[in-house]
């Protein structure tokens, strides 16, 4: 769509976007169709390509690559599906275009009839490992903004509270002139007065005083996937603040935090255990238990088992957010010495530093921890 090479570096994507954005603009194209879709294919190329992680994917499995495979879940982390709106496109101007462009796009044009939006909300969601290692879904109560539920939103008294917006005389567009980077153009404005509505509200609801909104709450459940990390957004669509005067209702935002577990640690999919054993355990083998998400794992210890080995119990990690396989479990030995012996101990501790296996010092120390460290970042 964008003519690039397969190995485009992201400055030629970034031309050749700026390119086609040019050529197939609304403004320049005015009710020609087939020009707006490829706009937006255009916009849709720009975006998989622009992000390292869907670019992956789409290199790796096409355009089929693109739908739902994005984690699925918690209805957020867009998919490709869908296809972007005209919004989505203008808002990624910003970026490209720099600057007050993004902005100028906005209202201008035929598309371009603005929805009343209301704000996003955040909130932080604390997860347990098990949690993040089967995936749960979450209830949550959102305090926020609802609609006047005596008006619906609308912040009139009723259906004949309306009269005509005196601005616009009822077109609900206004016609102004505007120097863009595309050059000077006229442009149809949604009208600033009435919103393109054309009507203005000449008896406001009594409840809310015209604002269409009332302080609220909402119980949201959010499915989350499985292998989600800290700071992580998913974003659930329409469940945010309910705008003034009626229309739609902002995003939530649920920012994922990782409650920290006391025996493992994460290392991306992965997850640590520092493991002590008593040095007889390392000298002779045995069996020990190690923590895991769900419960706990009986591992065999090897006779002469070194500190500072690493033991794998594969799969036992956690699960990768996309869907490509899942983590290990890296049980990292150290041993446990005495500090303090009675005489018994001492006595068959020093017997035992007679025999001839207890005599010398180990040669490949050094060795050992190189290969400790290739198994351990491997
Ligand atoms: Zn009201
Ligand atoms: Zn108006």
């Given at each position: 769509m964008l003519g690039v090479a397969k190995n485009a570096n992201a400055d030629e994507i970034k031309k050749a976007y700026r390119k086609a954005a040019i050529k197939y603009h609304p403004d320049k194209n005015p009710g020609d169709k087939e020009a707006e879709e490829k706009f937006k294919e255009a916009a849709e190329a720009y975006d998989v390509l622009s992000n390292p992680d869907k670019r992956a994917r789409y290199d790796q499995f096409?355009?089929?690559?693109?739908?739902?495979?994005?984690?699925?879940?918690?209805?957020?982390?867009?998919?490709?599906?869908?296809g972007f709106s005209m919004e989505d496109i203008f808002s990624q101007f910003g970026d490209i275009f720099g600057g007050h462009f993004g902005g100028g796009f906005r209202?201008?044009?035929?598309?371009?009839?603005r929805v009343n939006r209301g704000s996003d909300i955040r909130v932080r969601v604390k997860l347990t490992l098990a949690e993040i290692a089967a995936g749960v879904t979450k209830k949550l109560k959102i305090t926020k903004t609802v609609a006047c539920d005596k008006c619906g939103g609308t912040?009139?008294?009723?259906?004949?509270s309306y009269a005509t917006c005196a601005t616009c005389n009822g077109t609900g567009y206004v016609t102004r002139v505007e120097n863009t980077f595309f050059g000077r153009m006229q442009s149809q404005g949604?009208?600033?007065?009435?919103g393109g509505t054309g009507k203005v509200i000449s008896?406001?609801?009594?409840?809310?005083k015209g604002e269409g909104t009332q302080r609220g709450s909402e119980v949201v459940e959010i499915a989350i996937p499985a292998g989600v990390g800290e700071g992580m957004v998913l974003t659930v669509a329409g469940k945010g603040n309910a705008p003034r005067h009626g229309g739609v209702n902002g995003d939530l935002q649920v920012v994922i935090e990782e409650e920290a577990h006391p025996e493992l640690v994460r290392d991306g999919n992965d997850l640590i255990h520092n493991l002590n054993i008593p040095v007889t355990t390392a000298i002779l083998g045995g069996t020990v238990e190690v923590p895991t998400v769900d419960g706990r794992a009986k591992i065999k210890i090897a006779p002469g088992t070194h500190a500072g080995k690493v033991l794998r119990l594969g799969g036992k990690g956690l699960p990768d957010v996309n869907g490509y396989g899942r983590g290990d479990i890296l049980v990292v030995v150290d041993l446990t010495i005495p500090s303090k012996l009675n005489t018994e101990e001492r006595r068959l501790v020093e017997e035992l530093s007679r025999q001839p296996g207890f005599q010398k010092a180990e040669s490949v120390r050094n060795q050992n921890i190189f290969e400790r460290m290739k198994s351990f970042f491997r």
């Open positions: 096409g355009h089929a690559g693109m739908n739902g495979a994005a984690g699925g879940g918690a209805g957020g982390f867009g998919g490709f599906g869908g209202s201008s044009g035929g598309g371009g009839r912040g009139a008294r009723d259906s004949n949604v009208c600033p007065t009435c008896a406001p609801c009594d409840k809310c």
